[in-house]
């Protein structure tokens, strides 16, 4: 597959990390879900102040032990 002439090929980069809430609210955690664009040298993309993640989605984490209900 070519692509046309005069065209611009943009990848697009997700990432996602384990972020712990709080200890009141049972120690739960979310996985917040950034897109970054990989046309972006990664020496401006990796800096705090660039603001070069967006946030995207934030993916709840489900329970690890699930409690059985009584019939």
Do not use: E, Q
């Not at 070519?2 to 090929?9: E, G, N, R």
């Not at 972020?19 to 040298?41: A, C, E, Q």
């Amino acid at each position: 597959m070519t692509l046309p002439v005069s065209s611009t090929l943009v990848p697009v980069l997700f990432v996602s990390d384990a972020t712990h809430l709080t200890n009141f609210s049972g120690d739960g955690k979310v996985w917040p879900l950034y897109m970054s664009i990989g046309n972006i040298r990664s020496s401006i993309r990796n800096k705090l102040t660039s603001h070069a993640w967006m946030p995207v989605a934030i993916l709840p984490n489900s329970p690890k032990h699930i409690k059985k209900v009584p019939r």
